[in-house]
């Protein structure tokens, strides 16, 4: 998946609802920690800014978990929906 920088979405939405696909699909499973910010600018071609936005939005809807000094994991359970 590619980030469009001219679609109607922000590019730190884009990113969010890739890595949220990712996680619903178990390509990055419960307890996985997130491909590191290097690792996403590169894959993405994006600034640290950006990425930090979309993680920020995950870590507000509950899938993403801080282990310090480790990075940022899936949580081990998803938030409840309705």
Same mark, same amino acid.
């Given at each position: 998946m590619t #980030?469009? +920088?001219d679609g109607l979405r922000a590019p730190y939405q884009q990113l969010a609802d890739i890595l949220r696909e990712?996680? *619903?699909s178990g390509d990055i $499973?419960?307890? +996985? +920690?997130i $491909?590191?910010?290097h690792e996403l600018e590169a894959e993405f071609d994006i600034s640290r800014? &950006? #990425? %930090? %936005?979309?993680?920020?939005v995950l870590k507000g809807e509950g899938l993403l978990e801080t282990a310090p000094g480790r990075g940022l994991f899936? %949580? *081990? &359970? $998803? $938030?409840?929906?309705?």
């Open positions: #980030i469009d +920088r990712r996680i *619903a $499973p419960v307890g +996985r +920690r $491909p590191s910010h800014n &950006t #990425i %930090k %936005k979309a993680l920020d899936v %949580k *081990a &359970t $998803p $938030p409840a929906e309705g």
